[in-house]
């Protein structure tokens, strides 16, 4: 095998020769992958959660109120063990009724999942703020329109309420990225669980998670960059 | 902008001023049948030989959350004052320091320093010979360390908009009575500025406490660990969860409570 020599300290070798630079990079992959599924299942449980929040009836209310309040509260490890271990429960359970044996989850479906339940409360409370900073008046005249509840949503509140939820959505996207890390200690195969073997397997510690670190805030960076250019595109032809 | 936002999309249940929904009747309900459930259909005779471990985790977990948010303080302050009037050499690095800090899961931080830094340090005899040694080859000084570091770097940005939220106007009337510049920043510049922090600060010292269970993943003995302990001793799944979630939320009420108080008391209530 042939080696690399070092460049500034850093052993290239480990990443070009040994592969570990590209399992690295899978890893990263993977851990987008996750957070963006994650992130599609917190924006559509978000939807759907305002709405309850602001125009379902109590009960409706009250659950998702319950909902937003304990997720928020509690450390994502915890929330993301417990809704591992419900979800795989509950599912099998259900299979085990139909009749079918019970499955091994697929990694990056239950990462979805848990962190999509975890992403779906916050998204939850800031898709409402942005509804309610409309102003009134907007939807208010929508329906001195004639407009049915469905267009004024569609045509009106929706379109106005954007400018004010990407700042909060683009947050939410930067912690459903940081916290794909945590299913790590769940063992799935994203960027941080692929660091510890890589780092495990060649004792270079320091090295491969520096390097991992550079990977997620190369992420971060490039996602900053783009909700930037999302938010102002947004805002077209407001003040 | 995003960054500025991070920490009022992360925040927690923080009233926020509006009329915001409670719980209410069908809410109590629900949880009521939960603890019904649970209460019927779970074990809890563990919790007898369990709960002096579960106490000192929790007294682990406390100390870790009061150190770490005190020293991140300390170092958020400068962190904030040095990116709104340090000169060039010290608000680059300060800048760079939180977004990168921001920018990569706690997590890896925490790896990086327990695992990284913890097999760098005995490749110098320097340091294994020094006094410090015995100290860097346990767990807590690098959760105590990568804690502090993330509370200052998200509680730095913070206080970086604090300050510059302060209106110029206050600063160049302490200037025309005289005040030197250090004595301006103790009367005016730094109490304006902790005021405008404070909302943020409960917050963030929530999402402190929601990172301390972190700590367990480098054996650190926490609530949490316990907990976990708990799990792999009596194959019980829910139950220990169940019972550290609800002392989380308790805590993180009683942290909620405690920072309303602090924000009532005469020297923080708002001027006027």
């Given at each position: 095998m042939t080696t690399i020599p070092d460049f500034l300290g850093v052993e290239l070798d480990l990443f070009l020769t040994q592969g570990w630079g590209w399992a690295l990079l899978v890893g990263l992959y993977r851990s987008l992958l996750i957070a963006a599924g994650a992130f599609v299942l917190g924006l559509v449980i978000g939807t759907l959660g305002s709405f309850g929040k602001l125009y379902g009836n109590r009960f409706a209310r009250q659950s998702l109120e319950l909902y937003t309040t304990i997720v928020r509260s509690l450390p994502e490890l915890i929330l993301i063990l417990v809704v591992y271990f419900v979800g795989t429960d509950m599912l099998n359970k259900t299979l085990d009724l139909v009749g079918y044996p019970p499955v091994d989850v697929n990694g990056a479906a239950a990462g979805i999942f848990v962190l999509g339940i975890v992403i779906g409360a916050y998204a939850t409370e800031v898709i409402r703020g942005a509804i309610l900073a409309v102003p009134s008046g907007q939807i208010e005249a929508a329906r001195a329109f004639g407009m049915s509840p469905a267009l004024v949503l569609r045509r009106i509140t929706l379109p106005a309420m954007l400018p004010n939820a990407i700042p909060g959505l683009s947050n939410l996207w930067l912690i459903a990225m940081k916290n794909t890390a945590l299913l790590a200690v769940l063992g799935f195969g994203e960027l941080t669980q692929v660091t510890r073997q890589a780092a495990g397997a060649t004792k270079s510690y320091f090295t491969f998670f520096l390097a991992a670190a550079c990977l997620y805030l190369l992420a971060t960076l490039i996602s900053n960059l783009l909700t930037r250019r999302l938010e102002a595109w947004s805002r077209r032809g407001m003040a | 902008m995003s960054e500025t936002n991070l920490t009022a999309a992360q925040a927690?249940?923080?009233?926020?001023?509006?009329s915001e929904p409670t719980i209410g009747l069908w809410g109590w309900v629900i949880l009521a049948v939960a603890f019904a459930y649970a209460g019927y259909?779970?074990?809890?005779?563990w919790l007898l030989d369990w709960y002096p471990q579960l106490i000192r985790g929790l007294g682990t977990t406390m100390l870790l959350l009061a150190t770490t948010v005190f020293l991140g303080m300390l170092l958020a302050i400068p962190i904030g004052l040095v990116q709104v009037f340090g000169p060039r050499w010290l608000s680059i690095p300060a800048r760079a320091f939180c977004t990168v800090i921001r920018g990569t899961p706690l997590l890896l931080q925490l790896w990086l320093l327990y695992y990284g830094l913890g097999s760098l340090f005995p490749q110098f005899p320097a340091i294994r010979d020094s006094f410090l040694w015995p100290y860097l080859r346990q767990a807590w000084p690098y959760a105590v360390l990568s804690l502090t570091l993330s509370y200052a770097a998200y509680e730095g940005e913070v206080f970086r908009g604090a300050f510059a939220g302060v209106p110029k106007g206050q600063l160049e009337a302490a200037r025309s009575f005289g005040m030197s510049p250090w004595h301006s920043f103790r009367r005016i510049w730094f109490p304006q500025a902790f005021h405008r922090a404070l909302p943020t600060l409960a917050g963030e010292t929530i999402l402190q406490l929601k990172a301390t269970p972190l700590v367990a993943t480098i054996t650190v003995m926490d609530i949490y660990s316990v907990a976990a302990q708990v799990r792999q001793q009596t194959?019980?799944?829910?139950e220990p969860l169940l019972v550290i979630s609800v002392v989380y939320i308790i805590v993180a009420m009683g942290l909620l409570k405690l920072f309303a108080t602090l924000t009532n008391t005469r020297y923080m209530r708002a001027p006027n």
């Open positions: - | 927690p249940v923080v009233a926020s001023g509006r259909a779970m074990r809890w005779d194959y019980l799944t829910y």
